[in-house]
């Protein structure tokens, strides 16, 4: 795992910007030094990466110099490219584990004078390269891309599969107007597959349950799959930019897969912090058609409407959050606004704003993790009357329990 770590490190860090400004494509010598490491041939990566550190003198490749010569055992020569990656300045971290290997190159070349009971070595750093961030999770169970909960993240992950199992269960309490509290149960199950950093495919096959509790309870049960696509790039040093296209089908039947057929568009941004602090902006446009898959709409009592979480309104979304990676734990937090628009559109205390905070953590199993998140609605419930629109309408309270699945990168 140290060495894959090192590797995916190594090709990120060597990666260039994708600005406005016409940057130089990575070194081949790079990726060849790269190949030849992970395979154990020391000696060629050596000269791959110096051949690469001669035609553009990243900082970085310092770091990589010094651990090819560390494997070959040269320890000065590692010393030597370790104290120079030094004088760049790194950030904290690898500041830290560059010294870490200076001083057990150090501790290797002193003579080891005979003792009775000698003491054990000291602990190697982990091999980790330059600029590597803290452990992050890299999806979220709702989609299994990249993201927090509802607000999604611009940050690329590693090219393979990822999937999620979700859970959300929800309690809305009677409001001010009498309606009955509502129970309900969302499960679904997400696949993805990146086929590169820039470039990831999502599906996600969920199913709604939503019950009034109370007398002139209704209920609604609409099967909710989501299909997604997703696109970015590097603008900046931490700064990542991409769009998302999603298309969803909800319907109470497979026939009606396609009566009630809505389209998202999305901008992402994401900022990425050294101190393991992320945050992430999400601005766009939804052609919400889905109020088509139920017939009849217009004659749902209130309690009906209130459970099938549907509407005949497009939507202007607009969601911020933030993530912060401590060791093998993140912490997320996120508010989301979903704003009704149109001729007929409710006031805007009555568009679904949220707030939700929760974490992810990292099970014993490889690529495994679990996520729990708390989600709260803080808008006021809009009117359910007809001839008020069918508009959705979230749970004052709910829970959402995830189990999620990366492929390790290799």
């Not at 090192?6 to 990726?31: C, D, K, N, T, W």
Request: charged fraction near 20%; hydrophobic fraction near 45%; include cysteine.
């Amino acid at each position: 795992m140290a060495r894959a770590a090192f590797l995916v490190a190594v090709v990120v860090l060597l990666a260039p910007l994708a600005s406005g400004q016409e940057a130089p494509a990575p070194p081949a010598a790079a990726e060849a030094g790269r190949v030849a490491y992970d395979q154990g041939r020391y000696a060629e990566a050596l000269a791959d990466f110096q051949a690469a550190y001669a035609a553009d003198p990243k900082p970085n490749l310092l770091y990589a110099i010094g651990q090819a010569y560390r494997k070959l055992g040269d320890c000065p020569r590692a010393i030597e490219a370790y104290e120079q990656f030094l004088q760049s300045e790194p950030a904290p971290d690898p500041a830290r584990l560059a010294r870490g290997h200076i001083e057990a190159c150090r501790i290797a070349a002193r003579p080891v004078e005979p003792q009775p009971s000698p003491p054990p070595p000291p602990l190697a750093a982990p091999e980790v390269p330059a600029g590597e961030a803290p452990r992050r999770l890299e999806t979220t169970a709702s989609t299994a891309l990249p993201g927090l909960g509802r607000v999604a993240a611009a940050t690329p992950r590693h090219p393979g599969w990822a999937a999620d199992l979700t859970a959300d269960g929800a309690y809305a309490h009677p409001d001010a107007d009498g309606d009955g509290g509502r129970a309900r149960l969302l499960a679904g199950a997400a696949l993805s597959f990146t086929a590169a950093p820039s470039l990831a495919v999502g599906v996600e096959l969920a199913g709604r349950y939503e019950r009034t509790v109370t007398d002139g309870g209704g209920d609604g049960v609409i099967g909710e799959p989501r299909l997604r696509i997703r696109s970015g790039f590097e603008a900046a040093n931490g700064v990542h930019l991409a769009g998302q296209l999603t298309g969803w089908f909800p319907a109470e039947r497979p026939a009606d897969l396609f009566d009630g057929a809505s389209l998202e568009a999305l901008l992402l941004a994401s900022l990425v912090t050294e101190g393991g602090v992320s945050l992430h902006a999400n601005g766009g446009y939804r052609l919400d058609r889905s109020a088509g898959s139920v017939e009849m709409a217009e004659w749902l009592s209130p309690a009906e409407r209130a459970a099938v979480g549907l509407s005949e309104l497009p939507a202007v979304f607009a969601g911020v959050g933030a993530d912060v990676g401590l060791a093998n734990v993140t912490l997320v937090a996120e508010g989301t606004w979903e704003i009704l628009v149109g001729e007929r559109a409710p006031d805007l205390a009555s568009s679904p704003l949220c707030v939700a905070a929760g974490l992810r953590t990292e099970l014993g199993a490889a690529g495994l993790w679990i996520e729990a998140l708390l989600r709260v609605r803080v808008s006021r419930e809009p009117p359910l009357e007809p001839p008020a629109p069918l508009v959705p309408v979230e749970p004052r309270i709910g829970l959402v329990v995830g189990l999620g699945w990366s492929a390790p990168s290799r």
